[in-house]
């Protein structure tokens, strides 16, 4: 019956749509890049940098998706992290160890993000 409730409304909102990617390859990306600074979920509960946010903090918030889907492009990212096909936001060399993603990758993060429970 929900399902066409859903279907006759048009199905789900956008902001609602699941993640195309897979949360465990996500979670195996995350720490391996992200988990240096981050605290991953329970990978590493008492890893990260303390002035960095965890992966659960940010999850709380209401704009998480579209702080991860431009994470890039935020600082301190840019001189670190590139994404496959897409422009440098800055020609400044990296003062941490950089790495390539692909927009894939991304998308696997993000569902990976998504099934994490927020810190509160
Ligand atoms: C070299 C350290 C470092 C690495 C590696 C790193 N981050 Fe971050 N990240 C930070 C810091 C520091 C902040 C907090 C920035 C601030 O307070 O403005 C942050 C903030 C964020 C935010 C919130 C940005 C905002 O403006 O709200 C997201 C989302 C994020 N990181 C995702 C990731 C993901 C995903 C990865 C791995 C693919 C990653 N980060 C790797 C240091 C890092």
Same mark, same amino acid.
């Given at each position: ?14 902001? *609602? ?28 509960? *008492? ?13 709380? *918030? ?29 020609? #400044? ?6 790495? @390539?993603? @692909? ?6 993060? #993000?569902?990976?993000?998504?099934? *994490?429970?927020?810190?509160?």
């Amino acid at each position: 019956m929900l399902i066409v409730a859903l279907l006759l409304a048009g199905g789900p909102a956008p902001q *609602m749509a699941q993640a195309a990617g897979d949360p465990e390859k996500g979670r195996a990306i995350a720490i391996e890049h992200c988990a240096r600074c981050h605290v991953v979920g329970d990978h590493n509960p *008492m890893g990260g940098i303390g002035s960095t946010p965890s992966f659960q903090v940010l999850r709380t *918030m209401k704009d998480w998706r579209d702080r991860f889907e431009s994470f890039y492009a935020r600082r301190p990212h840019p001189v670190h992290v590139r994404i496959a096909g897409l422009p440098s936001f800055t020609q #400044l060399p990296p003062n941490a160890a950089p790495f @390539t993603l @692909t927009l894939g990758d991304l998308d696997h993060i #993000l569902a990976l993000v998504e099934g *994490m429970a927020p810190a509160w």
